[in-house]
């Protein structure tokens, strides 16, 4: 069979690895891939978002599947595109990758159908919005309705920088049209939770939860990034909790989909607060998340193109989907200056016979080397019996990738095991 996987980011690289376990899959297709991608499978030069030429390749090329991983081409209709041409797609067709692209739907979702989430406000004019900020609580979260490259949530800690955030977005429009409407929600506390999900519609089976590292720097400081490294499991997320989870959370909102008329077929990643109060969304995305995917996969004990076609086909309640007794930790190599401005084009140095998974994120291939070309350049993951091992595993990979600039956190997982000390 031939597949094409739509992306080009170390998530891509994670699903591609597993994909190659299967036997029946003769050639893979990445659009547009990477410099890393790139020794997996053939990288074709098509934007993610440039549906017309996906399409195109698909019947030049007589792709048999297709899997559609970020949320730009998701919410844009990539997979409507591909199944009416006759192309069986894992992925949501674009009114149910709405549960992504606008904040204000999903929202408006959780209210209807008493699905736990933080209080919001929903504001289109910036006199009201900035009016509310010097009122409200704070702290407060001000989020871009629209897809923002996930920079568009502000947790603001005083009322300068919500009013800096609500300006930006709606007067100084940073984030284009996503940002002319603003949800305001309360700012929740607690640990936080990833959980992506294979659901077609009618059943939902949770992966690994799983613990992402957002901001730049150890012990949580510096800016907001696409994520710096992840664990899993996450030691927070107990059995009690998944249970409570599956019957508050999980299934109310594939049930609320359904009743909507947007069927959800994909990956359904929520990320959770688990508040005094109980777990709560803090925000859904229509597909596997970056770089928990990078942790979560090489758990994966069945074969992944098996459950994504059961997906595609609304049988997985045929299908049992397994998981190693094992953990996983990923930590991301990054470009010096990262969230910011960074320089590219340096020659990359991998080891020979790495002890674990590199998946490549942000790399270029020129005269035939590896070289950077992102600000996440790569994640080194390790798989082991224990998160300390994991972890340990994971940086002593880190530490064999050389590059000129190169820097990474040097505490991912230290939160997870103080958790596990406390439970």
């Keep these: 069979m031939k597949v094409m996987v739509i992306g080009g980011g170390g998530r891509e690289h994670a699903v591609i690895r597993k994909l190659k376990e299967n036997p029946e899959i003769t050639e893979i297709f990445a659009l547009p891939g990477n410099g890393g991608i790139a020794a997996d499978a053939a990288c074709v030069p098509i934007g993610a978002k440039d549906i017309a030429s996906i399409v195109s390749f698909a019947e030049d090329n007589g792709i048999d599947y297709a899997v559609v991983t970020p949320d730009d081409p998701l919410v844009l209709g990539c997979v409507d595109a591909l199944e009416e041409i006759g192309v069986p797609c894992f992925g949501p067709r674009s009114e149910a990758a709405q549960i992504e692209g606008s904040k204000v739907f999903a929202k408006n979702l959780m209210k209807q159908y008493g699905i736990p989430t933080a209080r919001y406000e929903v504001f289109t004019d910036p006199e009201a919005a900035l009016a509310y900020v010097r009122s409200c609580p704070i702290p407060i979260v001000v989020k871009a309705d629209g897809l923002a490259l996930g920079k568009g949530v502000v947790v603001a800690r005083s009322r300068e920088e919500a009013e800096q955030a609500v300006r930006e977005s709606m007067e100084n429009h940073k984030f284009g049209k996503s940002g002319e409407r603003l949800v305001i929600e309360e700012f929740l506390e607690g640990p936080e939770v990833s959980v992506l999900a294979f659901t077609d519609g009618k059943t939902i089976v949770p992966m690994v939860s799983s613990m992402d590292h957002k901001c730049a720097w150890d012990g949580d400081k510096g800016p907001n990034t696409g994520g710096m490294g992840t664990v899993a499991p996450n030691p927070y997320y107990t059995r009690a909790l998944a249970k409570r989870c599956m019957k508050e959370i999980f299934l109310p ?63 997985l309640a045929e299908v049992e989907v397994k998981f190693k007794n094992a953990s996983a930790c990923c930590v991301i190599l990054a470009s010096k200056g990262y969230p910011g401005s960074y320089e590219k084009g340096y020659p990359i140095e991998l080891p020979a016979d790495p002890a674990g998974q590199i ?65």
């Design 253 to 315: 909102t594939v049930a609320a989909m359904n009743a909507e008329g947007r069927p959800f077929k994909g990956c359904l990643y929520f990320g959770l607060m688990l508040t005094k109060d109980g777990p709560k969304v803090i925000e859904y995305n229509c597909r596997f998340g970056d770089p928990e995917t990078q942790v979560v996969l090489p758990l994966l004990e069945t074969d992944l193109f098996t459950v994504m076609r059961a997906v595609t086909e609304e049988r």
């Design 359 to 423: 998946f490549v994120a942000g790399a270029a291939r020129k005269d035939g080397k590896l070289v950077t070309s992102g600000g996440r350049v790569l994640g080194c993951t390790a798989v082991a019996d224990s998160l300390p091992r994991a972890i340990e595993a994971a940086y002593a990979l880190a530490d064999s990738v050389k590059f000129e600039n190169a820097f990474c956190r040097r505490d991912i997982g230290r939160r997870a095991l103080q958790a596990k000390a406390e439970v």
